[in-house]
């Protein structure tokens, strides 16, 4: 459903992404693991052009889109389709968590309010906050803002949703919150593309793992291969590191 | 001791000049408020040749005086419009012309660079994050700073711009320059008939605080309703 050929970004000297390719199915959940700076999360932010590509392809089950060349009009057709979690929510602080909901919905869409309510008020329930649909976000938890973030992607129906380090900015006791709300919706078989380091929600829910570096993709495979066999010497280094390696029953 | 018959009667001859001064700011702030706004767009996303003309503009109005700024218009702009109008044939006496036209744009200019300045910094206090985030969710630009942005740096903005009012008002006393019947002038030409001038400048004073009071409170409504959504201060 999303194809992405030879993803070049860079800002002034320093190359982020030299030469990606990216493929994703409809009902995938990718996870994209890597060191910080391997441009995991400015490859994420170039599918919806919130970084704007030097050079590269997509295909978005139409027809090839030269990214260089990318007029207004089809980037904004194409952030019809694809959703953003961001790290730091980004909620719209002068709005409730209706209001950031529905928003998107009412203004961008031009769907009728009471019917951008309606869906607003079930994506809300969805993720365990129908008693808050009047709270703003300085009312409300870190992992709350976090969830309205991702009812408000939801709630946009779209092709695929992005996640960029969804539970990074979030107390540990929050993290599971919303890890538990984003397993839920990759089993109604949403489409999504996460970048995370938390290791649980690659192994139980992701059906693929890339695992970046340098800005070129090392090693991609199943969740098992990676992470019991990756075939990459840096693949197993960033492992060592980041899982545990051994685990004791006493 | 002070006179207070004076002292009162003269309170009401300096309000009488009020209108004036409030016209002044009215249309200031009409002119000023869009104007300003686009010029500050124009700093923050740093467009060519424009950034600077706005750079070197407030740099300039700021620089200077007001009641040199005064003098100048009002000494050159008539001098420039009688040869404009003499070669066009025009047959306007540019000195029937009220004072108040030449109040209107220095104080124009004047504001416009003072809210260039206000703009641009209460945009800058919302973070990029909330353009992005109305970005992702399919909102175009003009419908982001509408909904999302400006009114997130209009709670910001407005202290400084309560500032700039009475900034504006108190400013048009400088207008007596021009012989611009307006609070100032009124009440000093009542003061010079019996050499009453503590008096006369006691009631000038007590004209402008209570204007600016009045604005300064309507702003501290507007303000407590604007911050509704941040909620108490942690």
């Given at each position: ?40 999360t400015?490859?994420l932010r170039?599918?919806n052009?919130l ?28 952030r019809?389709?694809v959703a953003f979690v961001f790290q730091n929510y980004n909620l719209f602080n002068n709005k409730t968590a209706l209001e950031n909901v529905t928003l998107g919905l009412?203004?961008g ?10 869906i607003g008020k079930k994506a809300l329930d969805n993720v365990g906050l129908s008693?808050k649909y009047?709270f703003y976000p300085s009312q409300l938890s870190g992992g709350q803002q976090q969830r309205v973030g991702i009812a408000r992607a939801v709630a946009l129906n779209p092709?695929i949703i992005l996640f960029d380090e969804p539970t990074s900015a979030l107390d540990?006791?929050l993290v599971g919150e919303v890890l538990t709300v984003m397993k839920n919706i990759a089993?109604?078989?949403t489409?999504m593309l996460v970048v995370t380091?938390e290791?649980?929600f ?49 | ?126 973070s990029k994050g909330q353009l992005e985030a109305a970005q992702s969710v399919g909102l175009?630009?003009?419908?982001a700073?509408?909904?999302i ?80 959504y ?5």
């Open positions: 459903m999303l194809e992405i050929k030879n993803i070049h970004k860079a800002y002034g000297k320093n190359e982020v992404l030299k030469g990606v390719d990216l493929k994703i199915d409809k009902g995938d959940v990718v996870v994209i693991l890597g060191p910080s700076g391997s441009g995991k400015t490859l170039c599918i052009f970084e704007k590509p030097d050079e590269g392809h997509a295909n978005f089950g139409e027809s090839d889109v030269n990214l260089k060349t990318i007029s207004k009009k089809q980037i904004h057709e194409i019809q389709r009412i203004t869409r031009k769907i009728h309010k009471a019917k951008a309510e309606e008693e009047d092709d540990p006791e089993k109604e078989g489409t380091h290791m649980s690659a192994q139980d829910v992701a059906n693929r793992v890339i695992f970046m570096d340098g800005g070129v993709v090392v090693e991609e495979g199943e969740p098992n291969q990676i992470f019991t066999r990756p075939k990459e010497e840096r693949t197993k280094q960033f492992l060592k590191r980041i899982l545990p390696e051994f685990t004791y029953t006493i | 001791m002070l006179n207070y018959k004076f002292l009162v009667d003269t309170f009401f001859v300096a309000l009488s000049g009020a209108p004036t001064a409030i016209l002044i700011t009215v249309v200031s702030l009409l002119i000023a408020i869009p104007l300003g706004f686009l010029l500050a767009l124009v700093r923050i996303n740093e467009v060519k040749f424009f950034n600077r003309f706005a750079q070197v503009y407030v740099s300039f109005i700021r620089g200077t005086p007001m009641i040199v700024q005064i003098f100048i218009i009002y000494n050159s702009v008539p001098l420039i419009l009688a040869t404009i109008f003499t070669k066009l044939n025009i047959k306007i006496n540019i000195y029937d012309v009220n004072p108040i036209w030449y109040a209107f744009i220095v104080f124009s200019l004047n504001t416009i660079a003072i809210l260039t300045e206000v703009f641009r910094s209460a945009l800058g206090t919302v175009t630009n003009v419908q700073y509408t909904k942005i400006i009114p997130q740096a209009l709670v910001v903005a407005l202290p400084n711009i309560c500032t700039a009012i009475t900034n504006l008002i108190k400013g048009t006393s400088l207008c007596y320059a021009m012989s611009l019947k307006e609070i100032t002038l009124r009440a000093k030409v009542a003061a010079n008939v019996g050499y009453n001038y503590v008096e006369a400048y006691i009631d000038i004073f007590l004209v402008y605080l209570i204007i600016c009071i009045i604005v300064e409170y309507g702003f501290k409504l507007y303000e407590n309703r604007l911050r509704a941040k909620g108490v201060s942690a």
